[in-house]
């Protein structure tokens, strides 16, 4: 069984993660910009981690839980930008997004569909909600009385607002076989 995404709000585990729904884990790491052709290698955090200190700009170790792959990037994260998103979700793909910034609250959600920019938000200012549907996780936040009372940074409040997206989108992260495990692994960029 897999976890939850809740332990992505860890501080310093996981700084970027992309999901997408209806795509493999090796098209999910080309759409993030794997080489054509690339090969994985199994890789650990932490050979993601000497790969960027060997000169790459970024990596991505990737894998599939509860229907969705998924992409943890360590570096120039890819996933966090506009155009990595609208790449990830064309053609009718969905894609969610958390860049993680425990140094710099609020971490922030973002949810692309066919190219085009859903729903967003910082985690814990939730009242602040970006894209062409800002309230499409309304319902959701609201049913976990995150919303609507404003913003609530306090861990029990952030929590309950990564159980609201996790449950709307069916999200599940293997923490274990995340930080210490061996997944494929490519070069982005």
């Known amino acids: 069984m897999s ?31 794997s080489g054509p052709g690339e090969e994985a290698r199994p890789g650990s955090a932490q050979d993601a981690r000497d790969a960027l200190g060997s000169g790459a700009r970024c990596v991505a170790r990737v894998g599939e839980a509860a229907g969705w792959a998924f992409a943890v990037e360590y570096g120039d994260a890819v996933g966090a930008t506009a155009g990595g998103l609208a790449a990830v979700s064309r053609g009718g793909v969905a894609a969610v997004n958390f860049l993680l910034t425990p140094w710099s609250p609020p971490s922030l959600f973002h949810h692309y569909l066919d190219g085009v920019y859903v729903t967003g938000f910082g985690v814990g200012e939730e ?33 309950l607002t990564m159980l609201a997206i996790q449950d709307h989108f069916g999200l599940r992260l293997p923490r274990r076989q995340v930080l210490d495990g061996k997944l494929p ?3 982005l960029r």
């Open 3 to 33: 976890d939850g995404i809740g332990w992505l709000l860890e501080p310093y585990l996981v700084d970027c993660v992309t999901f997408a729904s209806g795509i493999p884990p090796a098209a999910l790491a080309a759409r993030l910009g």
């Open 127 to 159: 009242a602040r909600r970006f894209g062409a549907e800002p309230g499409l996780l309304v319902p959701a936040l609201e049913a976990l009385g995150v919303l609507p009372s404003g913003p609530q940074m306090d861990q029990h409040g952030l929590r």
């Open 185 to 187: 692994m490519y070069h």
